[in-house]
């Protein structure tokens, strides 16, 4: 199954870890959280990418046109440095096809610039290129496709993080305080299951969630994939350190190839983290 990834993110509130670089290519250790995001999906066996570039694009093409395997495999080095054997690889069986979607583009006009690639493939993956999970993807799969009524699903999420809801009264004096974990509500995870027949109702130059899944919703053809596991976006250079610490730790839950999972940890791991939505 083909996985369209959103590439054209500034991270414009990480702009002190680096001063150019599109946003997913942002590094979580030695590799930039695009790549996390790709192995996830490998894990999966979905292993064909269609990159929708904008801004940056061109450090995206660039890491993938001299990407260095040793830098996260095993190798063996003879003839000084002349014959390197790899003892495993990170991409020899991925299919990566780069597409320069503009720069300012919405990411819904975005997905419409990439349909071609698609082959007709009744159902896709889409992705913002820089959120973190290790939610059953093949469940999530299996609920859209043994749903032909549906056009999709998106991962739904809890608000986890330190925010809260102010309660006030009718003359403004606040009664109380309520912790967003609290509340019945979930927020747009950014990982979504589709159908072609999402394209039914995006516009030119429209938005993937605020309008052609608001349409689908409202024609009840779209689902939610409720998740209390792990999930974590990377807007903020402090959500960067924190991802970075867990993947120090050994108990990063969404590198599931590697064998972690928030199963295995034993718990769900809460970072402060902000309502996805409005991304570039």
């Given at each position: 199954?083909?996985?369209?990834?959103?590439?054209?993110?500034?991270?414009?509130?990480?702009?002190?870890?680096?001063?150019?670089?599109?946003?997913?290519?942002?590094?979580?250790?030695?590799?930039?959280?695009?790549?996390?995001?790709?192995?996830?999906?490998?894990?999966?066996?979905?292993?064909?990418?269609?990159?929708?570039?904008?801004?940056?694009?061109?450090?995206?093409?660039?890491?993938?046109?001299?990407?260095?395997?040793?830098?996260?495999?095993?190798?063996?080095?003879?003839?000084?440095?002349?014959?390197?054997?790899?003892?495993?690889?990170d991409i020899r069986d991925w299919k990566i096809t780069f597409v320069?979607?503009?720069?300012?583009?919405?990411?819904?006009?975005?997905?419409?610039?990439?349909?071609?690639?698609?082959?007709?493939?009744?159902?896709?993956?889409?992705?913002?290129?820089?959120?973190?999970?290790?939610?059953?993807?093949?469940?999530?799969?299996?609920?859209?496709?043994?749903?032909?009524?549906?056009?999709?699903?998106?991962?739904?999420?809890?608000?986890?993080?330190?925010?809260?809801?102010?309660?006030?009264?009718?003359?403004?004096?606040?009664?109380?305080?309520?912790?967003?974990?609290?509340?019945?509500?979930?927020?747009?995870?950014?990982?979504?299951?589709?159908?072609?027949?999402?394209?039914?109702?995006?516009?030119?130059?429209?938005?993937?969630?605020?309008?052609?899944?608001?349409?689908?919703?409202?024609?009840?053809?779209?689902?939610?994939?409720?998740?209390?596991?792990?999930?974590?976006?990377?807007?903020?250079?402090?959500?960067?350190?924190e991802l970075e610490e867990l993947l120090k730790s050994g108990k990063?839950?969404?590198?599931?190839?590697?064998?972690?999972?928030?199963?295995?940890?034993?718990?769900?791991?809460?970072?402060?983290?902000?309502?996805?939505?409005?991304?570039?």
């Amino acid at each position: 199954m083909k996985v369209v990834l959103f590439c054209g993110g500034l991270g414009m509130r990480m702009r002190g870890a680096d001063t150019s670089a599109p946003k997913p290519m942002m590094p979580i250790g030695e590799r930039p959280v695009l790549w996390h995001v790709m192995r996830y999906y490998a894990h999966f066996g979905h292993t064909e990418f269609i990159l929708c570039l904008g801004y940056g694009a061109t450090a995206v093409k660039n890491y993938f046109l001299h990407y260095e395997e040793t830098a996260s495999n095993d190798f063996v080095l003879r003839d000084g440095g002349r014959d390197v054997e790899l003892l495993d690889s990170d991409i020899r069986d991925w299919k990566i096809t780069f597409v320069d979607t503009g720069h300012d583009t919405a990411i819904g006009e975005r997905l419409r610039r990439v349909r071609k690639f698609l082959d007709g493939d009744e159902l896709f993956l889409a992705n913002y290129g820089d959120v973190l999970t290790d939610a059953p993807l093949d469940e999530m799969v299996s609920s859209v496709s043994g749903t032909p009524d549906v056009v999709g699903t998106m991962l739904a999420v809890a608000p986890t993080g330190s925010f809260h809801v102010v309660q006030t009264d009718g003359d403004g004096k606040v009664t109380g305080f309520v912790p967003a974990v609290d509340l019945n509500v979930r927020i747009n995870g950014g990982y979504f299951v589709l159908r072609q027949a999402i394209f039914d109702y995006l516009n030119a130059g429209e938005d993937l969630v605020g309008d052609a899944c608001v349409r689908a919703a409202a024609a009840g053809r779209l689902n939610a994939y409720r998740y209390d596991g792990f999930w974590a976006p990377m807007d903020t250079l402090k959500e960067r350190l924190e991802l970075e610490e867990l993947l120090k730790s050994g108990k990063a839950p969404w590198t599931r190839w590697s064998g972690a999972s928030a199963s295995a940890i034993g718990a769900t791991v809460a970072l402060d983290v902000a309502d996805p939505a409005a991304r570039a």
